[in-house]
């Protein structure tokens, strides 16, 4: 070897030996949604909480990043020194009597999470945005091939685009695969996307995937949202005020222009105040089990104790970020029905937000069709016939129940009319229904119905039944509707 060789092998070795080894990190990413009655604002703020205090404290811990899309989604992601660091982790979240309340806003059923190994640090201090692609390859790819594509995607489509900051991609045991991408604004992410999708190099880097396998979460960071008190917070705080006595939430109420449905109470907001005051010793209480929006209506299902136990209804109806029109209907909490269920259990998970206006037509449609006009041979069109989850007290699950419930009714010479229907909201998979008919032996009554859709078929029902007050008795003028 002459001389000229020796002395470029020695340089390429020097060089080599001066490039920094990748390090082995793994990334962790949790997806999750809040309870329909925990407040945004309030989580955003026990995140910030949670992560000064509790994360980055735990052994390997590197970077937090908490963001949330456009429909209330969350996903939490943090960088962890190694596998067994994140464990640790996450099994102290667990039982950490300091991140109790922030984990108790959290819709257990709809968390999942994931790790993965990744050989890239955080860079991405100045990004507001975050997307992440979560997938598994297709059984015919080819992994060589596939790590090739991925990176020229990295270099020759988004690393090029304005507003990129950072591209980091990683994978696990069990083969699944995860690309997250770090942009300035939400704003230049938009403007990368369609690009990407009608990129020659995309389309065969997105071709290599198992296309059910594919999640794509596109989130704002919370640093860089302002989130104020919704209204749906603020119903929820004026109905915690009967567990309080509290009476800052009156705050909420529009005090010159407050219209009051519950026909046992007077019109305005001082006629709410002083039922607060007419409290017994024990006080009155009330635990919000569901809570919903719908443009300015916010509608709760809750769990009363008001001169006894109670199952309620409530509809709040705002202007300008106040309350200015209430509807209720109560009942008296009774026995488990025939199939177990009680007034108050089932499903809390708001799904299908952009099937919202969707289900509320069909289940408009089924009030018309099945309840206004008794056409029962087409049930089926609305209420799915094998999973049909019933609440009502007296009724059981399926349309078997549904029917047996009839039957009975018309045997015994009771009816269940359903004559107008005022109302229907919704959010996601609920949608509640006000209506006014007869039942029992032809009493005036409301009818208020919760149902939950999956796929447009209903496949799970509560309801409140109450009689309407003579008008005789009624202490305002507006009408139960």
Same mark, same amino acid.
């Not at 489509?157 to 942009?183: C, H, I, L, M, S």
């Not at 389309?203 to 995937?209: A, N, P, S, T």
């Not at 809750?302 to 309620?312: L, R, T, V």
């Not at 008794?374 to 549904?402: R, T, W």
């Given at each position: ?30 997806? =999750? /949604? ?5 407040? &945004? ?12 205090? %509790?994360?980055? #404290? &735990? ?26 660091? @994140? ?27 994931? *790790? ?18 979560? =997938? ?13 594509? +991925? ?36 704003? /230049?992410?938009?403007?990368?996307? &369609? ?9 065969? =880097? ?11 979460? *596109? ?31 009156? @705050? ?10 519950? $026909? ?25 089990? *569901? ?11 809750? #769990?009363?104790? %008001? ?8 509809? %709040? *109806? ?39 206006? @969707? ?11 099945? $309840?206004? +006009? ?9 209420? +799915?016939?094998?999973?049909?989850? &019933? ?83 009624? #202490?305002?003028?507006?009408?139960? %509707?």
């Amino acid at each position: 070897m002459n001389f000229k060789s020796i002395l470029l092998a020695v340089l390429v070795l020097s060089i080599a030996s001066c490039e920094k080894p990748k390090p082995n990190l793994v990334l962790e990413v949790t997806t =999750f /949604n809040l309870k329909t009655t925990s407040s &945004q604002k309030t989580f955003n703020e026990l995140d910030a909480m949670v992560e000064s205090n %509790f994360t980055i #404290k &735990q052994p390997g811990f590197i970077k937090r990043q908490s963001a949330v899309d456009k429909n209330g989604n969350y996903m939490v992601i943090v960088y962890w020194n190694t596998l067994t660091n @994140a464990k640790a982790s996450m099994d102290k979240f667990m039982t950490d009597a300091s991140v109790a309340d922030y984990a108790g806003m959290i819709e257990g059923a709809t968390m999942k999470m994931n *790790r993965f190994n990744i050989h890239e640090g955080f860079t991405a201090e100045n990004s507001d945005f975050i997307e992440v692609m979560e =997938f598994n390859l297709a059984d015919e790819a080819n992994l060589d091939k596939f790590n090739k594509v +991925n990176e020229k995607v990295a270099v020759k489509v988004t690393a090029p685009k304005e507003g990129f900051v950072q591209r980091v991609t990683g994978a696990n045991d069990k083969g699944e695969q995860v690309v997250v991408v770090y942009w300035d604004t939400e704003k /230049n992410s938009d403007a990368a996307l &369609q690009p990407f999708m009608s990129n020659h190099i995309s389309k065969e =880097f997105m071709g290599m995937m198992d296309q059910p396998t594919i999640k794509m979460f *596109r989130c704002s960071t919370l640093g860089s949202i302002n989130t104020p008190m919704s209204n749906k917070d603020k119903a929820i705080a004026l109905l915690n005020s009967f567990n309080t006595g509290d009476t800052s939430a009156m @705050a909420y109420v529009n005090s010159e222009n407050y219209i009051q449905h519950n $026909l046992g109470a007077p019109d305005g907001a001082k006629a709410f105040e002083g039922m607060l005051k007419m409290a017994p010793d024990s006080g009155f209480k009330a635990k919000v089990i *569901r809570a919903f929006e719908d443009g300015d209506y916010v509608f709760t299902h809750s #769990k009363y104790n %008001f001169f006894g136990p109670k199952a309620g209804f409530d509809v %709040f *109806r705002f202007e300008d970020g106040l309350i200015v029109e209430h509807w209720d209907n109560m009942l008296e909490v009774q026995k488990p029905n025939p199939s177990g269920h009680t007034q108050f259990d089932g499903s809390t998970v708001i799904t299908d937000l952009d099937q919202t206006d @969707a289900n509320k037509g069909k289940v408009k449609e089924f009030v018309d069709t099945i $309840l206004l +006009n008794g056409e029962m041979d087409k049930v089926v069109n609305y209420i +799915n016939p094998n999973a049909y989850v &019933q609440h009502n007290p007296a009724v059981a699950d399926g349309l078997s129940g549904f029917g047996d419930a009839m039957t009975y009714f018309a045997e015994n010479g009771l009816v269940m009319e359903y004559e107008t229907l005022h109302k229907v909201l919704g959010q996601g998979n609920f949608v509640l229904t006000l209506s006014e008919g007869k039942f029992g032996k032809a009493q005036h009554t409301a009818y208020y119905d919760l149902f939950r859709l999956e796929d447009g078929l209903i496949v799970e029902h509560w309801d409140v039944i109450a009689p309407i007050p003579q008008k005789s008795e009624w #202490k305002n003028k507006n009408g139960k %509707f």
